[in-house]
Structure formats: structure tokens, C-alpha cells
């Protein structure tokens, strides 16, 4: 490996690990083009990752500020008591950078669902909006015992986006892996659990495209569940890519996705 291989790799260690870099140095530095090209990628990279760090830590179990209060977001989506729809607002979940989580009642059916209520500013641009709705709706369309159920893509009055999702007891793939390493009897249940789902998404032409464990529902029976199809296109169709980024999680990015490639359904995997 030469030097310069060398420092790329530690830059990519770095974008990894938060760590700050001095990137107009390290472009002035980067003589090669290819090497301009791939530093270009890694400050995208950690643009991403600063974005999504609040929804990376998001679980079943919510994400709640040190006062425990809901995120600030949420006083944008709606307040517990609220109807979204025939849908009451009972508690807030979690809470990032995609959007708002609730606990609701369907009125109608007396169930208890999810609903997710979408930051505005990612439903602002209609071409992206009519795109995401035509993909949640093909999402909501598979029934699949390994993908969320997704009963409804509804909107607010006021123009706001949700989905009414069903509603699991468990908790996400990455809040478990942070009590420790899984038996490899679970590995290889939960790999093909959630190979199975994707592959039902696939067979559909859907690609996820946002695919971790913060994706990943384990229900209490032991179930995997696949979260969010359709949200991250609708992310990297608005703002993150006019701004010249890129959409994704990096430790979980294909290098094709990483590049802004055209991708398919192999990205998820």
C-alpha cells in the first residue's frame, strides 16, 4: 500500500468514526483526480453521516432528549390527543432525521398502529412526493411476513405525509447488537429472515436502499421485520442530493450507491 493508499484509508476510518477532517486540505492535497474524486466521496460520506446520526440511534423503545421529552420534530408532526386521519395519536416512539414515530389508534378497526409522519422538508418538492407515494404504495402492497406491514399512505390536511404502519412489541436489530455480539445460531436465523423479506421486495422491482440494523425489527416471538422501504428514495430524490450529497448510511453503503451510481437490488445486500 502506498503512502497516499495509505491516508485514504485512514480519511475513511476517520469519516467513520465522526472524527473531524480539515477537508478544503485535503482536497488542495489530493494532486491525482482519482484521488480528488474519492476524497469528494468520503466528504459526502461524512455530510450523510452527521445528518442521519440521530436516526441511526433510533429504536421501538423511541428517542427521547435528556429531559425526556420527544424530539423537537415531533411538535411539527402533530400532539398526542391529535387525529391524523381516523387515526388518534396516542405517544410518541422515536424520532430522526426520516421522520416521527407515534403510537396510534385506528379508530376504526380499534388496532393499535405506527404512524410515521415525514419531515416537510422532504415532501416539499412534488415530483419526489408523487415518486414516493407510488413506491410506499407498491411497498404496502407486499405481504410478506419478513417486511412491515404498511396499511396506509395517508396525508395530513395540512399537506403532511405519514405512513400508518403495524405496530411491533421488540426492538431494532442495532439497539440489541449494543448489549452484545448475537449467538450464530441468531446470525444465521436473522440473515435469513431478512434475506427472505428483501428478496420478496425485489422479485416486486423495490429496492430498500437505507438497509441496517436500525432497520431491522426483531418482534418479541423473534421475527425479523424490515423497515422504511421507499423512505430513503425519497430522501436522496430532495435535498441531500441537491445539495450535492449523497443518500445513505456509509458503514452500510455498496460502493456503487457511495459513487451516486445508478443502483438495483443489489445494493441492499
Known amino acids: ?37 474519492l476524497v469528494r466521496a468520503l466528504r459526502d460520506l461524512a455530510t450523510i453521516s452527521g445528518a442521519h446520526h440521530d436516526w441511526q440511534h433510533e429504536s421501538a423503545g423511541g ?28 405517544e410518541v416512539l422515536g424520532g430522526g432525521g426520516m421522520g416521527v414515530v407515534y403510537k396510534a389508534e385506528d379508530t376504526r378497526l380499534g388496532r393499535p398502529v405506527a404512524l410515521k409522519f415525514l419531515p416537510p422538508e422532504l415532501t416539499r418538492d412534488p415530483h419526489a412526493k408523487a415518486r414516493f407515494l407510488q413506491e410506499a404504495r407498491a411497498a404496502s402492497a407486499l405481504d410478506h411476513p419478513n417486511i412491515c ?27 440489541r447488537l449494543e448489549r452484545g455480539a448475537l449467538p450464530l445460531a441468531e446470525v444465521i436465523d436473522f440473515s435469513l429472515q431478512a434475506a427472505r423479506g428483501l428478496a420478496k421486495a425485489h422479485g416486486r ?33 430532495t435535498t441531500l442530493t441537491r445539495a450535492g450529497s449523497l443518500l445513505g448510511t456509509p ?6 450507491q457511495a459513487f451516486d451510481d445508478e443502483v438495483d437490488a443489489r445494493t441492499d445486500l
Open 149 to 175: 406491514t404498511i396499511h396506509e399512505v395517508g396525508e395530513t390536511a395540512d399537506g403532511q405525509l405519514f405512513l400508518a404502519m403495524a405496530c411491533y412489541e421488540g426492538e431494532t436489530l442495532k439497539r
Open 251 to 256: 458503514a452500510y453503503m455498496s460502493p456503487e
Open 63 to 90: 428517542a427521547l432528549d435528556r429531559a425526556g421529552q420527544p424530539p423537537a420534530a415531533a411538535a411539527a408532526a402533530g400532539a398526542v390527543g391529535d387525529m391524523a386521519s381516523h387515526y388518534r395519536v396516542l
Open 205 to 237: 422491482g423495490i429496492v430498500h436502499r437505507d438497509v441496517k440494523p436500525a432497520n431491522l425489527m426483531l418482534t418479541g416471538d423473534g421475527i425479523v421485520k424490515i423497515l422504511d422501504f421507499g423512505i430513503a428514495k425519497l430522501a436522496g430524490a
Open 1 to 37: 500500500m502506498t503512502g497516499r493508499d495509505q491516508h485514504l484509508h485512514e480519511l475513511a476510518a476517520s469519516v467513520s468514526d465522526g472524527a473531524p477532517v480539515d477537508w478544503e486540505r485535503e482536497e488542495r492535497e489530493a494532486r491525482d483526480p482519482e484521488d480528488r474524486g
